[in-house]
């Protein structure tokens, strides 16, 4: 990966860019073009770029991490966190979301989104770099060198550390 991506005509640094998602056109639509979106590019700050590739295309191309399930590709240069979700009362999702990706844009507020994928799936995918496939799909990633610290939490003994 490169240091920037470049997106129609505008050049976004790669760790601005948090995950690239299917573009779903409403009717009817508010873009008027001849060009086919396939996927959206959602920026750290939650903006958002449109892209003619589709999501498997760019993480393919791009070294992105995909969540098979959601055919979401998340960047492997953001540093995300992972929560199990259980929607609100009164929240009735049009999917059965199980779990929240977070992370922090470049003010420091927090953002999310969320995944069908279940949290221990897209942990591993996360920290391990692999591919969240289909449980009928063989091809999996290598795993990818993990940049996060290997020490345990503050307060968390890894298990069998004597006490």
Request: aromatic content about 6%.
């Amino acid at each position: 990966m490169t240091g920037t991506l470049t997106i129609g005509k505008r050049l976004i640094p790669l760790n601005q860019l948090a995950f690239v998602e299917p573009y779903v056109p409403t009717e009817p639509s508010p873009i008027q073009t001849s060009r086919q979106f396939q996927g959206r590019a959602v920026m750290v700050n939650r903006d958002s770029v449109l892209i003619e590739d589709s999501v498997t295309d760019f993480a393919a191309a791009n070294r992105f991490l995909l969540v098979a399930e959601d055919q979401t590709a998340i960047n492997p240069a953001i540093r995300f966190g992972v929560e199990m979700f259980t929607p609100a009362d009164g929240f009735n999702p049009s999917k059965p979301y199980r779990s929240r990706l977070r992370w922090r844009d470049l003010d420091g507020n927090d953002q999310s989104k969320l995944l069908v994928a279940g949290p221990e799936a897209v942990l591993e995918l996360i920290t391990d770099g692999l591919a969240v496939a289909d449980p009928s799909s063989e091809g999996r990633r290598p795993p990818a060198k993990s940049r996060r610290n290997k020490r345990p939490a503050r307060g968390k003994l890894p298990s069998g550390h004597p006490t």
